[in-house]
């Protein structure tokens, strides 16, 4: 069989697989999942083009690492075929624990485990199947292998897999502020002293890259009305969990019934094959069909976060600088109880608060470093001429109220 395809990708064009075993880690079940998996979560809701997946995504880094790679053998740097196999292998699966919805659930379907968790197992699962064949791969997932440049270029605040999504997203969401030149950044980079480091005269790729960050994060990722239809899907998700557990039955996939059943830890993907398996069906999908089922529930606080959501009647959303005053939300939930007569505890799933934060740039750790023609390393905080990078290393958080349309003053 041969082994050898092409990808047409609408952003980078024809990716090439040009080995074996990555043909077949696509082609593994694992893999293909996240063909059911958006990039984007629930941003469509207000990008409608953003609706490609991490399957997408996977292969756009996969495809960028190649020609990292390639750049860097040109420029002198020994990396063998087993290395850059290994470095290809670990971008290609560094997002394959996502579950529903990308960073959606996270938190909500399972018990303090994070995505990144969840890949590491499914690599060493792999790594079984494939005979240990990724065994070099996990070590440059991990960022324990000698070469740290190659786990950097999987993992750092200048990695590929940021070129990608941001190339990405800002393609398929049409915020042409997204937009970075990636591919003048890969062929400015460089190693230094085993890490890697971009040469002088990318650094205004460079500044364009962390003030495209900051864009995309709040028009996009943090946008406060995708913020508001994920907290609705958490609630959900959150209240047939409750539903469940009080002994009412709910129709949903084997998989989402499993997660909603059991709270489910880390020591439980370890060492409970059920969990893996269960999470390896567990997609987009198996959401939205429950949804469909849900939003026919006589529990009307259940009924009315599906039936929102399928059909976009959002909540109201309020954002400040500061925490909301407790006796605000005291006052939406004693309208919301009183108007779509719940009780205070149904009324906490229909009103409630959250904040998020971000900063475009961390000079306190990952550095991006300039490398000057001197010779000098200079992270781009220090080497930056035309930002203020200090202003833009400033966490900033926003704080949201959501709750149903009506309940305004």
């Known amino acids: 069989m041969n082994k050898r395809k092409i990808f047409n990708d609408p952003v980078h064009g024809f990716i090439t697989i040009p080995h074996e075993l990555i043909f077949d880690i696509i082609e593994h079940p694992y893999f293909q999942r996240l063909r059911r998996i958006k990039q984007l979560g629930l941003s469509d809701y207000v ?4 609706i490609h997946t991490r399957f997408h995504h996977a292969l756009g880094a996969f495809h960028l690492m190649r020609k990292a790679l390639s750049i860097l053998k040109i420029k002198g740097h020994k990396i063998t075929e087993e290395e850059e ?26 018990s303090k485990v994070h995505h990144e968790h969840i890949s590491k197992i499914y ?26 440049f190659l786990h950097q270029l999987v993992s ?28 003048r950044i890969i062929e400015m980079m460089n190693v230094h002293a085993g890490n890697l480091v971009i040469e002088q005269k990318g650094i205004y790729s460079i500044e364009n890259f962390i003030v495209a960050r900051r864009l995309m994060y709040w028009q996009v990722y943090l946008h406060k009305t995708v913020l508001c239809v994920e907290q609705m899907v958490v609630k959900a998700i959150e209240r047939a969990r409750f539903l469940i557990n009080q ?3 709910l129709d949903a996939s084997p998989a989402l019934s499993y997660f909603l059943k059991n709270t489910v830890s880390l020591n439980d993907f370890e060492k409970n094959e059920k969990a893996l398996k269960y ?22 606080v259940l009924k009315t976060l599906c039936e929102a959501i399928l059909d976009r009647k959002l909540f109201k959303i309020e954002i400040g600088n500061d925490p909301f005053p407790e006796g605000r939300l005291k006052a939406l939930n004693q309208k919301a109880m009183k108007k779509l ?16 934060s971000n900063y475009a740039y961390n000079p306190t750790e ?44």
């Not at 990008?47 to 953003?50: H, N, R, V």
């Not at 069906?281 to 939205?288: N, Q, V």
């Open 47 to 50: 990008y409608p083009g953003a």
């Open 85 to 110: 196999l290994g470095a290809c292998i670990a971008i290609l699966l560094h997002d394959i624990g996502h579950g529903p919805f990308s960073h959606t659930l996270e938190m909500s379907l399972l």
């Open 123 to 148: 690599m060493d699962k792999l790594n079984i199947h494939f005979k240990g064949k990724l065994s070099l791969a996990i070590e440059i997932f991990q960022g324990t292998y000698k070469k740290k």
């Open 156 to 183: 750092s605040q200048l990695d590929v897999d940021r070129l990608d999504y941001l190339t990405r997203d800002s393609f398929f969401s049409g915020v042409n502020e997204g937009s970075i030149s990636y591919e």
């Open 247 to 249: 002994g009412e039955k």
């Open 279 to 300: 999470y390896s069906e567990l997609d987009d999908f198996d959401i939205f069909s429950a949804f469909k089922y849900w939003k026919h529930s006589n529990d009307k």
């Open 341 to 356: 007569k719940l009780t205070e505890e149904e009324a906490g799933y229909l009103v409630f608060s959250d904040s998020t």
């Open 366 to 409: 990952n550095h991006i470093n300039i490398l000057t023609n001197t010779g000098e390393v200079i992270d781009i905080a220090k080497a930056s001429d035309q930002l203020n990078i200090s202003v833009l290393s400033v966490v900033v958080t926003k704080y949201y109220v959501f709750y149903p349309k009506g309940l305004e003053p």
